[in-house]
């Protein structure tokens, strides 16, 4: 698992993004799916939980900005037989990609993430003086 940080504007990204998928409409469905995730606020810090059980720790990549992270990573199919036919087919495979806005500025040195059974927790602290009143 790898965490990166970048300090350019995330805004820019999201922005920028969204122009180029507008170029891509002929696309059926998005190259990716978003786990599903919690976001809980304290006035010290913010905590993300993601659930993405049956990804390996080692396909994961988290990345942060000032005012935002993006997880992205990788569940692989599991291996089944060439002839065999699906009567049920609901669970998501192949690339992620969830995008948190972070409210307030982040202190990127003190980010945590800890992965156990197949929960992704993310400890967020704010920058100091950024502390948001209760």
Do not use: K
Not at 2 to 20: E, G, M, P
Not at 77 to 85: E, F, K, L, V
């Amino acid at each position: 698992m790898a965490v990166h940080y970048r300090r350019i504007d995330y805004q820019y990204t999201v922005t920028s993004r969204r122009r180029l998928q507008s170029f891509q409409a002929h696309r059926v469905a998005p190259a990716y799916w978003r786990p599903a995730a919690d976001l809980m606020e304290t006035a010290s810090a913010v905590e993300v939980i993601i659930e993405i059980p049956g990804v390996e720790e080692e396909d994961l990549d988290i990345t942060l900005f000032r005012n935002a992270l993006v997880v992205e990573g990788m569940r692989q199919p599991p291996a089944h037989q060439p002839d065999c036919r699906f009567h049920e087919a609901e669970i998501r495979y192949g690339r992620f990609r969830l995008e948190v806005d972070i409210p307030g500025t982040i202190d990127a040195g003190n980010v945590t993430a800890t992965y156990h059974g197949g929960m992704l927790h993310l400890h967020v602290p704010r920058s100091t003086g950024e502390a948001r009143d209760e």
